[in-house]
């Protein structure tokens, strides 16, 4: 049997035929359609005689006027799929005609069931079909395509993921763009969805089990591809509806033909994969899952979805809104607005999510901010079950730490309260070929590379093993959620002012206010010019002289003009036994949930700022999760003796050196 690193080579030997009328940025134009179309016609090669003589007794019986539901009905009946052909062409017949195959290539697409016409009209590919006539490179496409065997006999459906996987990474390294937009790889998928399902055999038993999945950045596919696979293997009899929506025109085509030709009884792809932008066109509303999984783009900017998630009334985005240059935690919050109520005496088991984000949704923002209150509103609610660390250079686009987060509202008992850190960032063996930024991958046990078997650590089973036990590990550490929290305390200290009249201050004070020239010359006279570090027996003195006709303004312009900070000076009295705070010496703590803050002000402030004091009115509640902090380990400096031995050596290898320098 062919393999699929060898379809995958034969293909894109076949998409540097485009070079020329199409540049590489543009080949993904063509060849994903054209592989999409070509697995279509593999699958309905050996029922194609079949099908077109009975669509030609139809049309005789039906006057060429069959009804839509009779021609599904008896079509899918002899194809065995939930699409057909009438069209008489096939990869192969369209090779007899040359000069017609543009024409001929239409009306082959024209003649699928409605289902797959919709897919084709996203990949909008008839312009392509004409352009690449009118370069004259059709024909050779087309033949290239027809010697290529994808017939899932040949090419199973898992590999045929791979294929596109490939395809689309390539195309995207081509153009320069994000090809996390639209995949992860497979690996971090598989351990996504092993730690998704880690707690849920017995929850997946038996024969009538069925439960639902849903990906809001679905892209091709994958993630809901593996979470299938993966449920089949823990229970051949359970069903889980795969659920799934991209904004990616072609991505979404992608995911919607593999859905197709995989021949799913339980669901259609028009009622589960659909097309749109997720942050404000949710094509799931009031609907809810049993499972939840993604990879939002990292970093997406969503300035232009602004205005209308403004004025979103659905309530999914109720706990914050995050800066316009990262979206991620809508994308958590719109997940979480899908989770399955936790009441079994309803027989609702509630749900578990898995999403991939970088570092910046764990402490980006600070008390009171939208990232900050999004993180509080999780936590507070003991929705957060893990976060695990993967190691760096995993993804095509990125060569930063990314980081997986688990989420639940139906925790097992001992898991509430907690939060499990996990560092799996040692996991990892180097890849023999860079792809784009991917350097590193984790293993996976016994791995067929479609040459030879190849034998890894299996770090996947090696995670996902010491994550379930929950303990404190090397790589696993155990928190309580308050240990995340903290208090935003602001710390004042007084302000001290120093008073002193001058001629060029008293030249600008009288400009404003030339009215109160009288008293100014009155104060000049009394208090004279040297500085007065007293500002409240100042203010009492300046008072006595106006006699109180002084209004507020003019009485904060004279201090303003007149008067400057000194640390020596006095502190300045706000009321009887208040002082007024100075903004500039203001400070804030972050204080844990966990201390005691008087204890905190007394043992932690007061020390070093005698003077100052806590304004709890300005008290602001926040969440971070420092990742770092948590697994640092500061590595032994050398010894003193250690060191100068080191450099004793060296300066022998000097000498020697200018000694032979010399001869």
Same mark, same amino acid.
């Given at each position: 049997m062919t393999t699929h690193q060898?379809?995958?080579?034969?293909?894109?030997?076949?998409?540097?035929?485009?070079?020329?009328p199409y540049r590489p940025p543009q080949y993904e134009r063509v060849m994903l359609p054209m592989t999409v179309l070509r697995r279509f016609d593999s699958v309905l090669e050996s029922t194609k005689g079949e099908v077109v003589n009975e669509y030609n007794n139809l049309k005789s019986k039906y006057n060429n006027d069959i009804p839509v539901s009779i021609l599904t009905s008896k079509l899918e009946k002899i194809t065995k799929q939930k699409f057909y052909n009438t069209s008489p062409f096939t990869f192969e017949k369209l090779k007899g005609a040359p000069d017609s195959i543009a024409q001929d290539l239409v009306s082959y697409i024209n003649g699928f069931s409605p289902n797959v016409r919709q897919i084709f009209e996203f990949f909008d590919f008839e312009k392509e079909i004409f352009a690449m006539n009118d370069a004259n490179i059709l024909y050779l496409i087309v033949s290239e395509f027809a010697k290529v065997n994808l017939h899932p006999t040949m090419v199973s459906n898992r590999d045929m993921g791979l294929i596109f996987e490939n395809l689309i990474r390539r195309f995207n390294e081509l153009a320069n763009e994000t090809?996390?937009?639209?995949?992860?790889?497979?690996? +971090?998928? !598989?351990?996504?969805?092993?730690?998704?399902?880690?707690?849920?055999?017995?929850?997946?038993?038996?024969?009538? /089990?069925?439960?639902?999945?849903?990906?809001?950045?679905?892209?091709?596919?994958?993630?809901?591809?593996?979470? !299938?696979n993966h449920v089949k293997e823990l229970n051949e009899d359970a069903i889980l509806v795969a659920y799934g929506q991209d904004y990616n025109k072609r991505a979404f085509a992608t995911a919607a033909a593999d859905l197709l030709i995989k021949n799913d009884t339980n669901s259609k792809f028009e009622d589960t994969i659909k097309y749109g932008d997720t942050l404000v066109d949710d094509q799931f509303t009031d609907k809810n899952f049993d499972?939840? +999984?993604?990879?939002?783009?990292?970093?997406?900017?969503?300035? !232009?979805?602004?205005?209308?998630?403004?004025?979103?009334?659905?309530?999914?985005?109720?706990?914050?809104?995050?800066? /316009?240059?990262?979206?991620?935690?809508?994308?958590?919050?719109?997940?979480?607005?899908?989770?399955?109520?936790?009441?079994?005496?309803?027989?609702?088991?509630?749900?578990?999510?898995? +999403?991939?984000?970088?570092?910046?949704?764990?402490f980006s923002g600070g008390a009171s901010s939208?990232?900050?209150?999004?993180? !509080?509103?999780?936590?507070?609610?003991?929705?957060l079950e893990s976060i695990i660390a993967l190691p760096e250079q995993m993804f095509y686009n990125t060569g930063i730490t990314t980081y997986i987060w688990v989420l639940t509202n139906r925790k097992n008992d001992d898991r509430k309260g907690k939060i499990q850190l996990f560092d799996a960032r040692d996991f990892y063996i180097p890849m023999r070929k860079s792809q784009g930024s991917?350097?590193?991958?984790?293993?996976?046990?016994n791995v067929d590379d479609g040459i030879i078997q190849v034998m890894e650590p299996d770090h996947i089973a090696m995670i996902t093993q010491e994550y379930g036990l929950h303990t404190t590990t090397e790589h696993s550490k155990i928190f309580d959620n308050e240990d995340f929290g903290f208090t935003r305390v602001a710390i004042e200290r007084p302000l001290r002012l120093k008073y002193q009249m001058s001629l060029e201050a008293k030249t600008a004070f009288l400009d404003a206010c030339p009215h109160l020239l009288d008293d100014v010359q009155v104060i000049d006279k009394k208090l004279g010019r040297e500085p007065l570090l007293d500002w409240n027996k100042t203010l009492k003195e300046i008072k006595k002289i106006n006699q109180l006709k002084w209004s507020a303004r003019e009485l904060s312009l004279f201090r303003s003009v007149f008067t400057t900070k000194d640390p020596e000076a006095e502190k300045v009295l706000k009321g009887k036994d208040e002082y007024e705070a100075d903004a500039d010496l203001r400070d804030f703590e972050n204080i844990p949930l966990k201390i005691n803050i008087q204890d905190y002000f007394k043992n932690e402030v007061l020390p070093f700022v005698s003077d100052a004091w806590m304004d709890r009115t300005k008290d602001k509640v926040g969440y971070e999760i420092n990742f770092n902090r948590y697994f640092f380990t500061m590595n032994e400096n050398r010894s003193l003796d250690v060191i100068n031995k080191e450099l004793n050596k060296v300066e022998d290898e000097i000498l020697k050196m200018l000694q032979n320098t010399s001869l």
């Open positions: 060898q379809h995958i080579k034969f293909i894109w030997d076949i998409a540097d035929l485009l070079r020329g090809a996390g937009d639209h995949f992860t790889p497979r690996e +971090i998928i !598989k351990l996504m969805v092993n730690v998704l399902f880690i707690d849920d055999d017995n929850f997946l038993q038996g024969k009538s /089990v069925i439960r639902e999945i849903m990906d809001p950045t679905c892209g091709t596919g994958g993630m809901l591809s593996e979470a !299938k499972y939840l +999984i993604a990879n939002p783009p990292f970093g997406v900017d969503w300035k !232009k979805q602004k205005p209308q998630i403004d004025r979103d009334k659905t309530g999914r985005f109720t706990a914050g809104l995050p800066r /316009v240059n990262d979206g991620a935690l809508l994308f958590l919050q719109h997940m979480i607005s899908k989770f399955e109520p936790y009441a079994p005496q309803d027989k609702k088991y509630g749900s578990r999510l898995a +999403i991939v984000f970088s570092g910046s949704p764990m939208g990232e900050s209150d999004i993180r !509080k509103w999780i936590i507070e609610n003991d929705w991917k350097r590193r991958k984790m293993g996976e046990g």
